[in-house]
């Protein structure tokens, strides 16, 4: 079996792997922050990053969850690593941004973040703060999930098929899941363009 095959069954593999009842969680999760007028804040780096804005778009847009991202101000955030440090970036934001017990954080990351071994350390202490003020906590991982899955209120784990392929497969996995929690009956407020169009 080729390389393509072999991606694309691993695909169907990984989607009977998640746990549709953690999709639901956290759709159930998501909906209770709306109606508590709480805000969603993305987290994520690499093509987590890039995960995160197009989620503000589309939760602020779809679902009508007022939803921001640190890594969409490259000003900011570029003054907090060079004042700061990089570890300290976001958690220093969502400080700013005065996150509080009504909020959510949604992380993307491949690894969910290891203090212990130093990757995503921005990540595990943005947790450690909404943790400790009450925040809900959000994910899509892959791996083992990391520190992401371990203190979610609902953490999707993108099952790893292949050590060569975990990034990929996690990445493109997180954009399926937040698609279809965005634009789950329960959260979706407003109707979608090309759903309109007849």
Request: aromatic share 10%.
């Amino acid at each position: 079996m080729g390389y393509v095959a072999e991606f694309f069954a691993d695909a169907k593999t990984i989607i009977d792997a998640i746990d549709i009842n953690i999709v639901e969680k956290m759709v159930d999760e998501i909906v209770a922050i709306r109606e508590n007028g709480g805000r969603l804040f993305f987290i994520g780096v690499g093509g987590g990053a890039g995960h995160a804005s197009h989620a503000v778009n589309d939760f602020r847009k779809i679902a009508g969850i007022e939803s921001y991202t640190p890594t969409d101000n490259v000003s900011e955030l570029t003054a907090r690593i060079n004042d700061d440090g990089w570890e300290s970036a976001f958690v220093n934001w969502l400080k700013g941004s005065r996150l509080n017990a009504k909020d959510g954080i949604f992380v993307f990351s491949v690894g969910g973040g290891n203090a212990e071994k130093n990757v995503s350390v921005n990540i595990v202490s943005s947790l450690q703060y909404a943790k400790e003020i009450g925040a809900k906590v959000f994910g899509v991982v892959g791996r083992d999930g990391g520190y992401t899955a371990q203190v979610a209120d609902a953490c999707v784990v993108i099952p790893p098929i292949r050590s060569e392929t975990v990034t990929p497969q996690a990445e493109a996995f997180q954009a399926v899941v937040w698609h279809l929690v965005v634009s789950h009956p329960k959260l979706q407020k407003y109707e979608m363009k090309w759903e309109s169009v007849k």
